[in-house]
């Protein structure tokens, strides 16, 4: 990779290097009957401790070649942390990190083969679009007519063509955004890494950025890893998340599987509105949208569990309406309704006695112990 870094395009560059129909992108997600996928990154046993506090509590992981990897977890789980170690901007108390198959443990950030995009973007104010993307390229001496190319393809990839001579402060948010990508991406690193990229946009271009981000990391086939606390945004774009609490990973899985079977109680609520409860010694979680609200006089459906309840509170968000539902037996459960008549549903069910039904295989039994 590194050796061909003078060429004009590396054949990972997909659309990039999409003259050449032999260079596709360079590796997809994996599926089951690929063969087994390298990976790009490994970690065993980090740990940082900031003096008393443990930010990074022991984390194991692998992510393949071309992955979409997201780091999900609140404020403090040790996110921003780990993307740093993994940069090499801080040196892990404990434990081994691999980039590529090779230990990079004590490898200062810049002999990585990494690039990191942060929140705040950082570009260089007093230098144009085309200056500030072709900084990487600039410092690693790629010869002008080859980084003029690079450059070029990477503002084509990131839709801002002809925006090559604006500064920054001539940009939209969203805009300088695709710039600290643009900016990064052209370096063709091995795995980029990306903290909260799209924290600063407002919420549509923020969902523009993600279907965008997630086409462009298909495009070039670089392995990203992703940091953010929007469980939207996580199940949007990832491959694979691993959802972090208190300096450890709880559950490393598709967004199917973190959200439809969660390990554990704090990833149930985590991603999504928990809903649980407790049956004969039993904790179990049922997502609101599998179960089905049943006005007065209506008739429970064969082979649904069925529970008595009130409406308490009723909560319209636009696609779709909650309700909030006190159980006879004392407890809360949310159920979700799509709007087909939302008016009329809010008529019929606020403060009014239901029942809530679902299925067993709706139902998923939470971990013991955790
Ligand atoms: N330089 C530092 N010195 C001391 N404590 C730190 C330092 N950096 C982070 N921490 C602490 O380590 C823990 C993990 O912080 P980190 O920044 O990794 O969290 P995060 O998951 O990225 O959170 P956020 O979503 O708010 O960005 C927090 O308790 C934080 O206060
Ligand atoms: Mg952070």
């Known amino acids: 990779m590194r050796e061909r870094a003078a060429q004009e395009l590396s054949p990972k560059m997909g659309r990039l290097g999409a003259e050449d129909p032999a260079k596709g992108p360079r590796s997809v997600p994996p599926t089951s009957g690929d063969p087994a996928p390298k990976a790009a990154l ?38 921003t942390t780990l993307l740093r170690l993994i940069a090499g901007f801080e040196r892990p108390d404990a434990g081994r990190i691999e980039l590529g198959g090779r230990d990079v443990t004590s490898v200062p950030p810049y002999l990585r083969d990494t690039n990191t995009v942060f929140q705040d973007y950082a570009l260089f104010p007093h230098m144009s679009v085309a200056e500030n993307i072709a900084y990487g390229l600039r410092v690693k001496h790629i010869p002008r007519q080859a980084r003029e190319k690079r450059v070029q393809r990477a503002l084509d990839m990131v839709r801002l063509t002809g925006l090559g001579h604006r500064r920054p402060n001539q940009l939209s948010g969203g805009q300088r955004q695709r710039v600290a990508l643009a900016r990064a991406v052209v370096n063709e690193p091995e795995v ?15 969902q523009e950025m993600q279907i965008e981000l997630k086409q462009i990391q298909k495009e070039v ?51 999504g509105i928990s809903n649980v409860l407790v049956r004969d010694g039993v904790r179990f979680v049922v997502r609101p949208e599998k179960i089905r609200m049943l006005a007065e006089g209506e008739a429970a459906p064969s082979g649904m569990t069925v529970e008595p309840g009130e409406v ?30 939302a008016l009329g549903d809010a008529e019929r069910f606020e403060g009014r006695p239901v029942r809530l039904a679902w299925t067993a295989n709706h139902t998923f039994v939470l971990d013991k112990g955790r």
């Open 42 to 79: 490994k970690l065993q046993g980090v740990r940082k401790n900031y003096g008393q506090v443990v930010a990074v509590a022991g984390v194991d992981l692998v992510v393949d070649e071309g992955e979409f990897f997201t780091l999900l977890g609140p404020s403090g789980s040790g996110k």
């Open 192 to 206: 980029l890494l990306l903290d909260e990229p799209l924290g600063a946009l407002d919420l549509k271009l923020r």
């Open 221 to 271: 086939g670089i392995t990203f890893v992703y940091v953010t606390h929007d469980q939207e945004e996580a199940l949007t774009m990832s491959d694979r998340v691993a959802i972090m609490s208190s300096g450890q990973i709880e559950q490393i899985g598709s967004p199917v599987e973190v959200y439809e079977r969660p390990a554990t109680e704090f990833v149930a609520g985590f991603i």
């Open 312 to 341: 308490e509170e009723v909560i319209y968000v636009g696609m779709s309406t909650r309700y909030v539902v006190r159980l006879e037996r004392g407890e809360h459960l949310v159920a979700v309704r799509q709007n087909m008549d």
